[in-house]
């Protein structure tokens, strides 16, 4: 009997399995969507459908380097989201009069429509 396979490289890309890669990309799409970045999205959502088709067609080198590119988009959104982080931090303790002001000068109530 053979059994459903959802990926078909069976060995793994430089030691990493082909279904971490692709969870770290579901991962990047949910960090884009809380940093409400549109482009990112975008960007890893195409990323996401071409690892995917380079998966399926057994492409090796092209899905190493794509892991390798996934890796690197998702270290990206990491270091965004430590920004945004800090960003906010420092907004809030501009509000709250512990230091003195910087981003919310000038009639700038600090507010962001993505980061």
Do not use: C
């Not at 899905?63 to 920004?83: E, H, P």
């Not at 982080?85 to 303790?93: A, K, P, S």
């Not at 512990?98 to 980061?115: C, D, E, L, V, Y």
């Amino acid at each position: 009997m053979m059994s459903l396979q959802l990926f078909s490289i069976s060995s793994d890309v430089m030691g990493i399995s082909p279904t971490f890669i692709f969870v770290m990309a579901i991962q990047a799409l949910a960090i884009a969507v809380i940093l409400r970045a549109k482009v990112m999205f975008l960007i890893q959502f195409a990323w996401l459908g071409g690892l995917y088709i380079i998966h399926e067609a057994a492409l090796e080198f092209l899905f190493i380097t794509g892991s390798v590119a996934q890796i690197l988009i998702t270290l990206f959104l990491i270091y965004r989201i430590k920004k945004a982080l800090d960003y906010n931090y420092l907004l809030v303790m501009e509000k709250t009069h512990q230091i003195p002001r910087n981003i919310t000068r000038n009639r700038n109530f600090g507010m962001k429509s993505s980061f």
